[in-house]
């Protein structure tokens, strides 16, 4: 049976540059997946995806013009149901036979055997493999209903009458075997070996594919395209880079941003443009956003990492003189810089104070008030964090800022670029003479930002990152506003880990339950007290945020399942847990802890009373009771004084007494007195144990 490379693309009109990587691996994979499903392409083909602006295609090694047979049972009937009393077919077998276009001359060799529940008959036979065009039209069918296509587009077929529904119209299908054309059809185009190159640099408006393995090749001599997606990204970053290096400079590192753009050309020529210094005079944060959220250019830093007035843009096309592409781009981007440095100019011209009031008249959420009703709370929160981390004077700090933290939602900068609020509150803050305190932590309030970001750079910032985030969490929860799924319009997954990294990683003297209840009072008796809810929230984010570290789930569970309330504790208590789990002790120890917690939860009589050395009357029960009073004399100093590790080490003593303990001394003594006696020993023993993690979580 032979096989060939197979090419399909799809020319299609610009597809959105956002969706056009996630459409081309689609593509491919939903097609190879259809065609391996169907027999006519291996498991371990070689496969090849193409995406660019106008074109998915992919490019499918050893494909076969003819799956191979395969020898199939099918399922009939029930044998009480297709046999009568004699063995002879009935009625609904013979329908049945019929339909699969067998006659009953095939009953003597069914098989009975059963289906999982009943004795059923089944027919062998052999299944003819799927044809090349028929089983490539079931694949090209099943990808584009199974595209990700973000928004689906309508439009009319050539005929004026029948409606297409996808993401932009379809103008070519190219499907080739070898260099044969396979006679498939795709959103109303029929398949050819013609495609189309660049729009203005391809040798011929139209080109001839002359076989599925040069298609790559020939779109780049012939067509002017660079088809495949990561090569034309490798492309620009190489141009980006050797062109900046040329000038002594760098450009920003934006992966998205060089996304998007390999997504808008098929044939990248980076060229170096400049704009007027006197723009340099307004924040660079400005002016790399305008550049790059509307222009998609590449501003240049230089070696300190400042805005320079020289950007790189990524042409389409290549003309032998780029003067005339380099000037429009350099007319292009001169207004919008413009209007950057009116927007600035004219914000300064208010103080963020003066702009308070109008805090008052936009709506944060209905059922939760104003933006000025969120300041004040968020301002209640910030001082009461601030008193707590550095006393009456760093809780000022906090007020202040965080009375200021939200103005520059009312500028025009802010209202042009929503990404850049806080950030234009530190500059405008500093323009009105603010502290540098003050200034800093407005602009570092909305920290971290995303997975990695850096953290408010003071304990100030510290406060009002805290508060605003914890204002925004306990606010929505108390309300009802949970996420739910992959839905989680107000980002509060991302809030809660913000919280926990600035807790974590700044080791701050805070307790989480602490800070909710500090929260909820803020609200007065406009939400719920959502604390355990949001407790739950919050260490299931921890969870999660340590597996990503790098922890196991057992030492995960052993030290979150005790709901540790000074998150700054939790690594130091995953150090513990882990030397622990390495002490040959461990495993015995993890397991009694856990024989224990089971004996405490089926107990009948009291179990935290006070241990009687009266009634301690088995040696066994006075050697582990000894060996516990030393360890907790030795270990409780340290556990006090956060050495975790040495502590649990400590308690590796207690394995020998705890082994004999249970060997010789029945816990569930007839006498009451006895019972409860050693009920509260094993009380003392475990409350010990699982000061830091609860060790029977480490018991697999």
Known sequence: MSTKSLLVELLVEELPPKSLRRLGDAFGSVLVGSLREQGLAADGCAVTTFATPRRLA?????????????QVEVKLVPVKVGLDADGNATMPLKKKLSALGVDESVVPSLIKKSDGKNE???????????????????????????LPIPKVMTYQQDDGWSNIKFVRPVHRLTALHGSDVVAVVALGVSASNITEGHRFEAKEASMTVQSADGYKKQLAEDGAVIASYQERRDEIQRQLLLKSE????????????????????????VLLCQFEEEFLEVPQECLILTMKQNQKYFPLLDGDGKLTNRFLIVSNITPDDASEVIGGNERVVRPRLADAKFFFEQDQKKTLEERLPGLDKVVYHNQLGTQG??????????????????????????????????????????????ALQGIMGGYYARHDGEPKAISEAIEDHYKPRFAGDELPRDLVGVAVALADKLETLVGLFGIGQVPTGDKDPFALRRHALGTIRMLVERELPLELAQLIDAAVLVFGDKIKDPGQKLQDFFFDRLATSLKDQGYTPQEIDAVVSLRPQRLADVHARLAAVRAFSKLPEAASLAAANKRIGNILKKSEGPTDGAIDTDLLTDGHEKALHQQLTKVAA????????????????????????VDAFFDAVMVNAEDPALRNNRYALLRGLHTLMNRIADLAKLVT
């Open 246 to 269: 040329s000038e002594g400079l760098k450009p920003i590192d934006d992966d998205e941003l060089l996304d998007e753009v390999t997504s808008l050309v098929e044939r990248p020529n």
């Open 120 to 146: 059923a008959l089944w027919l062998e036979r052999v299944e003819p493999g799927a044809e090349l065009a028929g089983g490539l039209q079931t694949a090209i069918d099943a990808t584009i209903a199974k």
């Open 634 to 657: 030795s270990a409780g100093p340290k556990f006090d004084a956060g050495d975790y590790q040495a502590a649990l080490a400590d308690c590796a003593a207690l394995k020998g007494p």
């Open 373 to 418: 009703e969120r300041v004040q709370r968020v301002r209640d929160l910030a001082k009461a964090i601030g008193g707590l981390l550095g006393g009456e004077a760093m809780a000022g700090l906090a007020d202040r800022a965080a009375q200021l933290a939200k103005a520059d939602l009312l500028t025009e900068m802010v209202g042009e670029f929503p």
């Open 58 to 70: 992919v490019l499918v090694a050893d494909v076969a013009t003819r799956a191979a047979d395969k």
